[in-house]
């Protein structure tokens, strides 16, 4: 059975508990240990795959097919382990799961009730996620509890923690709580109050914890540190500092020098190696020592919330590592380029237009697209942004007139793109659409392999094949790729049996560095690696500032 680091958060949320989570994950495998990470949610969503960006930010794909909480691309993207559908479960999981169980007649007549049936199946979720009866097992289960302690909704889940910790036995649970400590102007001080205040609420749940880590915008002095430790019982080198800094990469380090990972092993008992960071530190290295600037204009709708961006936030800035560049992302509303024209978007070193969904934006993000195709700045597309590119060259290369989505126009003459319920008959007649509630099962979820088409600029990125992981509903219409293959658009990847168009680019002899692919690279993408296409997406954003010198 795995041992388990639990990690729970107070006093405000957002405090970055899946950083830490994330952080402890890599500092444990720089040990010689194999790591999984749980996130546990405490909404009644059965997951986040319908909820706006603007509530929940992130959508992550998993590569078998789950959508998850965006924590769970800071775990891919800080440790080794790869993360599947059980690695993140919420509330609404949970009670459809006990309620089918007593449709199923599973509970014997008895009466079903918060506790033991909903703790005892939070405990079996993690079992789950922490694969205990397999042979892959990992020797540390890392499992965040989202929310803060003192929510309601959060309750159950940590009285699930609070028993599994019991049965788990001795030294076989860490407990870590995530909490604020606020920095006062007026009164010139950090105030700890309400730290002792969080973990008093934990404590009266019955958790104690072993290690506090205390988030706050400067170092926390010694002093302030011992006062935590008198008033939150708990010793004072486990008060760890977790001040604000420039990069979420140099977490694991100021982690690892106040002890964190000799205490985890020593609370767990664990028999581990000692510490080898030297790619974190290299990382920064890169970080504090680019050669270059590079400008990237981010096309998109949810601008206001980058979070909604985040894996592709970070992938940007991982190839900027490992091209000695730094990355600034400038996220410019598609709204403001319908309103004011697409024209300062010649002031960039390159365009991103990533995924999304709805019409709001959408002719902003196609003039951008078409202003970077005949102006020659690097460009990548992303899932809803290869699909927009594949409408401006049908309109204005392929001349196919008011070619669209159909997501956005059903009536367009030209539906490009389409769900492929909807593709046009041989004989040219529409096909029926079928009940709207079907279009919520077309989703095309997780990871699929795909052959490359040779002497392409995805071969030379990715080589003979790709494997991807993808979420959207709409495709290609495969009875007008023709007219827009002939037309002169390249499709480098299709899918094996289907052939849906996965990569599209245009010829370097038209264009030096235009890309859009249906799936989502972002997802794949660590800043120990970086990703073969964003690299080389920021070598052509390079190429172009030098050239304009």
Not at 194 to 220: M, W, Y
């Amino acid at each position: 059975m795995p041992k388990f680091v639990f990690v729970t958060g107070g006093v405000v949320s957002s405090l970055g508990k899946g950083i830490a989570a994330a952080s402890m994950g890599a500092l444990l495998e720089s040990r010689g240990l194999t790591v999984t990470i749980i996130k546990m949610d405490p909404y009644l969503n059965v997951d986040p795959g319908t909820m706006s960006p603007f509530q929940h930010g992130e959508v992550f794909v998993t590569e078998d097919g789950a959508e998850t909480d965006l924590d769970l691309g800071h775990y891919e993207r800080f440790t080794d382990s790869r993360t599947r559908r059980h690695n993140n479960f919420t509330t609404g999981q949970i009670y459809d799961s006990v309620l089918r169980k007593e449709r199923r007649g599973e509970y014997l007549g008895k009466t079903v009730q918060v506790i033991p049936h909903i703790t005892n199946e939070i405990q079996a979720f993690i079992h789950r996620g922490a694969r205990t009866d397999q042979d892959d097992a990992p020797d540390v289960a890392i499992v965040e509890v989202g929310g803060t302690v003192g929510d309601i909704e959060s309750l159950p889940f940590l009285e699930a923690i609070r028993q599994l910790s019991l049965k788990a036995g001795r030294n076989n649970s860490c407990f870590v709580h995530l909490t604020l400590v606020p920095y006062i102007p007026s009164a010139g001080e950090l105030k700890t109050k309400p730290t002792q205040h969080s973990v008093q609420k934990l404590r009266e749940i019955g958790i104690s914890p072993n290690l506090l880590f205390c988030r706050a915008d400067r170092a926390i002095p010694e002093d302030e540190r011992d006062k935590i430790s008198l008033f939150s019982n708990v010793p004072a080198e486990a008060v760890i500092s977790v001040a604000d800094v420039d990069s979420i990469y140099r977490i694991p380090r100021m982690l690892m020098e106040q002890g964190v990972d000799d205490q985890i092993c020593d609370c767990l008992k664990l028999d581990a190696k000692q510490p080898d960071i030297a790619v974190w530190d290299d990382l920064i290295e890169r970080l504090e020592h680019p050669q270059r600037e590079i400008r990237v204009a981010m096309v998109g709708k949810y601008v206001d919330l980058t979070e909604s961006y985040k894996s592709l936030s970070e992938a940007l800035i991982h190839a900027g590592l490992h091209t000695r560049s730094k990355v600034k992302i400038d996220y410019i509303d598609s709204e403001t380029i319908e309103r004011d024209g697409p024209e300062g978007l010649s002031q960039f070193d390159a365009v991103l237009v990533p995924g999304g969904f709805g019409k709001r934006g959408v002719e902003g993000k196609i003039r951008a697209i078409e202003f970077a195709r005949k102006q020659r700045i690097p460009y990548l597309g992303i899932c809803l942004g290869m699909q927009l590119a594949v409408v401006e060259f049908a309109r204005n290369v392929a001349g196919l007139a008011k070619a669209n989505s159909t997501e956005f126009d059903p009536q367009s003459p030209n539906p490009v793109i389409a769900l492929i319920t909807e593709w046009v008959d041989a004989d040219g007649s529409r096909q029926n659409r079928s009940e709207e509630s079907d279009m919520g099962g077309t989703m095309r979820l997780g990871a699929q392999r795909c052959a490359i088409r040779a002497g392409t600029k995805a071969a030379q990125t990715y080589g003979p094949e790709v494997y991807e992981r993808h979420r959207h509903r709409y495709e290609v219409n495969n009875r007008l790729k023709d007219k827009i293959v002939q037309a002169g658009l390249v499709v480098s990847s299709e899918t094996p049996h289907e052939s849906l168009v996965e990569m599209i680019e245009l010829p370097e002899s038209v264009h030096p560095w235009f890309v859009a692919v249906q799936f989502h690279p972002e997802f794949t993408s660590t800043p120990r690696h970086g990703h073969p296409l964003f690299k080389s997406y920021i070598e052509a954003a390079v190429a172009r500032k030098e050239s304009r010198k």
